[in-house]
């Protein structure tokens, strides 16, 4: 059955440009059946993604469009390598470890973009990072590998995000902004230009990010300064 999921680049998942044909002859299995894993469900099917259905410790407490397919014992042989996968828990330490443990076991992390995200053709995103409905990533952004861009959140020119960050929904970044690793931003936050925040850092919901934001740091309020964590 035709789906779509990553193009192979180099042996990596590796989306360049809206314009790009992405096709995959491997169902995709959602790992994580929260809410966000719901949310990402939608976004595979609305883009022609042929889903399996749902890795998940423990079940899940609702039935949906697609199967819950059991624990995530299942991730080893052949199952590994008859799927794509994309991992759709929001805890930004576990999101990793499950994205790093499928590809050192030799699994294929997917892509996944909603139709309604617009992608420049210039950008470029990594594999195992989920794309939800009316995100921008404009031009020469660069987006790594298992990130989560959640609904409505933009990404503007020359952006750089490192491997596992997430923006929440409604972020706002602006040009040559550059999010470190892990690094976590809350609901609504806005990040001025030229800002670097650094790996595994956490900006509050709603923030105004007007300084640099040191790694591991949390930030909050507007302007936004840093709070013990
Ligand atoms: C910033 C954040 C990480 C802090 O979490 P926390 O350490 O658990 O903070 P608490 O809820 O214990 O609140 C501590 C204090 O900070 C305040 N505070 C919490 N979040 C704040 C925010 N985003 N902006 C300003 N103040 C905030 C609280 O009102 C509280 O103040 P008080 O001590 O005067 O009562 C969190 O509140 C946040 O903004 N998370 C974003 C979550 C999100 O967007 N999720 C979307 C998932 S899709």
Redesign the pocket.
């Known amino acids: 059955m035709p789906g779509a999921s990553p193009l192979i680049a180099d042996g990596r998942p590796c989306y360049r440009g809206a314009m790009h044909p992405i096709s995959s002859d491997r169902p995709l299995v959602i790992i994580g059946a929260g809410g966000?894993g719901r949310v990402v469900l939608d976004a595979a099917i609305a883009s022609g993604m042929a889903v399996r259905g749902f890795v998940a410790d423990p079940p899940p407490p609702f039935t949906n469009d697609a199967d819950y397919l059991g624990g995530l014992s299942l991730l080893s042989g052949d199952f590994l390598g008859d799927h794509d996968f994309i991992v759709a828990i929001?805890d930004q330490k576990v999101r990793r470890e499950t994205c790093e443990q499928i590809r050192n076991d030799g699994g294929r992390l997917a892509i996944v973009i909603h139709p309604r995200a617009w992608i420049s053709p210039s950008a470029t995103i990594g594999g195992g990072t989920a794309i939800m409905g009316g995100v921008i990533v404009n031009a020469n952004a660069s987006v790594g590998d298992f990130c989560?861009l959640?609904t409505g959140c933009s990404v503007d020119h020359d952006s750089v995000l490192e491997d596992g960050v997430?923006l929440?929904?409604g972020v706002r970044l602006a040009g040559r902004v550059h999010c470190g690793a892990d690094a976590?931003?809350?609901?609504?936050?806005s990040i001025i230009p030229d800002i670097r925040v650094g790996a595994a850092a956490?900006?509050?919901?709603?923030?105004v990010v007007v300084r640099h934001v040191q790694a591991g740091a949390?930030?909050?309020?507007n302007p936004a300064r840093e709070?013990a964590?």
């Open positions: 966000h929001g989560i959640n997430q929440c929904p976590f931003v809350g609901t609504g936050a956490v900006v509050g919901a709603g923030a949390g930030v909050r309020g709070q964590r």
